[in-house]
């Protein structure tokens, strides 16, 4: 079946300009994931929707930051007058809840100038 | 051998050789980690996990061993094959965030010569 998938896979901005990236999770999937990952860098998580409940938004770097995801199904993540250190590969991941397996998607790569 | 890069350690191997990839967690509260593949341009891919009620689990070539009391982590690949070259990263969770919030490490880098 298919797997999560993300758009744009590529997406170049200028320092200032509001973004906004798009994760689909596997279709069922009730639990949803946001990371961040700076280059030569591990993951940093940023924020997990499960279900109908409130999203865990602690890593979230900044209010420049928030993401939403509708129908519990398609999330979107956007960045408020983005800055050069927004620059990383957004990953999405999704699970089947808590706890199980997560399957990330190939990333958005996100460049400011 | 394994030197430090500008950015990742990295492990450089021949093909058939065996790989240790090592990782140290910080949070002693921590009690499921997970090894993760990550290729180039790719999302990282889920290779094995294990709990800690358990020292050592084995996978299909791979194997994970966990020592608690030194909070550390490795990566056993056997047979190392070309296709095996990618960005390891160890990740550990906590039963208060419900396994869901994983926190992820550097990672290594693996090379593989043919």
């Known amino acids: 079946g298919a797997g999560v998938s993300q758009s744009p896979s590529n997406k170049v901005t200028e320092k200032g300009k509001d973004v906004e990236l798009r994760c689909d999770p596997i279709?069922?999937?009730?639990?949803l994931y946001w990371y961040r990952q700076s280059l030569g860098q591990g993951l940093e998580f940023l924020i997990y929707?499960?279900?109908?409940?409130?999203?865990?938004k602690s890593g979230l770097p900044s209010d420049r930051f928030s993401a939403e995801r509708t129908g519990g199904s398609v999330s979107t993540l956007t960045i408020q007058r983005t800055q050069q250190e927004d620059s990383a590969v957004y990953l999405c991941?999704?699970?089947?809840?808590?706890?199980?397996?997560?399957?990330f998607g190939p990333g958005t790569r996100l460049t400011v100038t | 051998g394994e030197s430090v890069g500008l950015h990742l350690p990295t492990l450089s191997v021949q093909e058939g050789d065996n790989s240790i990839i090592n990782c140290a967690y910080s949070?002693?509260?921590?009690?499921?980690f997970i090894w993760y593949k990550q290729e180039s341009g790719k999302g990282p891919q889920f290779i094995i996990d294990?709990?800690?009620?358990?020292d050592k689990r084995q996978g299909q070539r791979v194997t994970v061993l966990l020592n608690k009391t030194v909070k550390h982590l490795s990566l056993q690949i056997a047979a190392t094959q070309p296709g095996d070259s990618a960005v390891y990263f160890c990740?550990?969770?906590?039963?208060?965030?419900?396994?869901?919030?994983?926190?992820f490490g550097k990672g290594t880098m693996l090379l593989v010569s043919p």
């Open positions: 990740a550990e969770t906590v039963p208060n965030s419900g396994y869901s919030t994983l926190t």
């Open positions: 294990i709990r800690s009620n358990m």
């Open positions: 929707f499960q279900g109908n409940s409130a999203p865990d």
């Open positions: 279709s069922g999937h009730t639990a």
């Open positions: 949070n002693s509260a921590s009690d499921y």
């Open positions: 991941a999704s699970s089947a809840g808590p706890g199980y397996e997560q399957y």
